[in-house]
């Protein structure tokens, strides 16, 4: 068990450190009122202005945002360049937001399938944060748990390769710094809105201890009082890390 476990585990019940969001249910959402998907894309954007803004009051140190994964550019190809549109308009328009108000924007993924003025985009975009110290806002676009995992062991594998580290230290932790949120605090809670419940090849490896909360509201019908409401859930939790609950119970005495 790391440090950040052990302190959760005293600390019960307590606010999460790390909270990480599957932003589900745009498209379902947009079908019930007889609307385009980008038409339930955009009204996701608001939900997602509400809940930065809530976490933040919240004093959240990590929010982490799935807002495009490597499978979803299987869907219809006028509903993906509307939402390169989106990303593109939300990047121009909200990141000033997001500076004002002292928020550091991260964008993980590959980024290489992008156009290369969305590439500039996310990268101006987070050289205008970078220095920011209230909450850091992590996106995740055109990523995959899978892809993560392999692109860190494909690092750890050229570092043997060029002998820098022995195939022996090729351990968890090693991978643990190879991977995306490396120097995050762990993930302690992952939302996922829709009432869906999988996780859908999202930070496969960083979810390994992390509370789940699966919310009945649509993405766009989700706002600050349900975040608050899936806040309240993870603070009725026991957190064991492979525990018993008589060992959690005296180490919280």
């Known amino acids: 068990m790391t440090d950040t476990q052990s302190r959760d585990v005293q600390a019960m019940p307590s606010m999460p450190r790390h909270v990480a969001i ?8 947009a079908r019930a009122r007889g609307l385009s998907s980008a038409q339930g894309h955009r009204a996701g954007v608001e939900s997602l202005r509400a809940v930065i803004r809530r976490a933040a009051e919240q004093h959240i140190e990590t929010l982490t ?10 869907r219809p190809s006028a509903e993906v360049g509307a939402l390169m549109e989106l990303f593109m308009l939300v990047l121009k328009r909200e990141v ?4 004002e108000n002292g928020i550091r924007l991260s964008i993980i993924g590959d980024r290489r399938r992008f156009s290369s003025s969305l590439q500039k985009h996310m990268s101006r975009a987070e050289a205008l944060t970078r220095d920011n110290s209230g909450m850091h806002l992590v ?9 993560d995992i392999a692109s860190a062991a494909q690092r750890l594998a050229r570092k043997v390769a060029d002998g820098l580290i022995t195939p022996e230290a ?9 991977v995306c949120l490396s120097q995050e605090s762990p993930i ?7 009432g869906e419940q999988r996780i859908s090849n999202f930070l496969l490896w960083q ?3 992390a509370e789940f909360v699966f919310a009945p ?7 600050g009082a349900a975040f608050d409401a899936a806040l309240e859930a993870f603070q009725q939790r026991q957190r064991r890390f492979g525990m018993s609950q008589q060992q959690v119970e005296v180490q919280g005495a």
């Open 139 to 147: 996106v995740a676009a055109n990523y995959g748990g899978r892809w």
């Open 170 to 178: 090729v351990d968890e932790a090693a991978l643990d710094r190879e």
């Open 207 to 209: 979810l390994a201890y």
């Open 96 to 99: 000033k937001r997001l500076h």
């Open 65 to 74: 945002l799935f807002a495009f994964s490597s499978e979803n550019w299987r």
């Open 217 to 223: 509201e649509l993405w766009p019908d989700f706002d």
């Open 188 to 194: 302690d809670l992952c939302i996922r809105t829709s």
């Open 22 to 29: 599957i932003m589900d249910g745009n498209n379902r959402w």
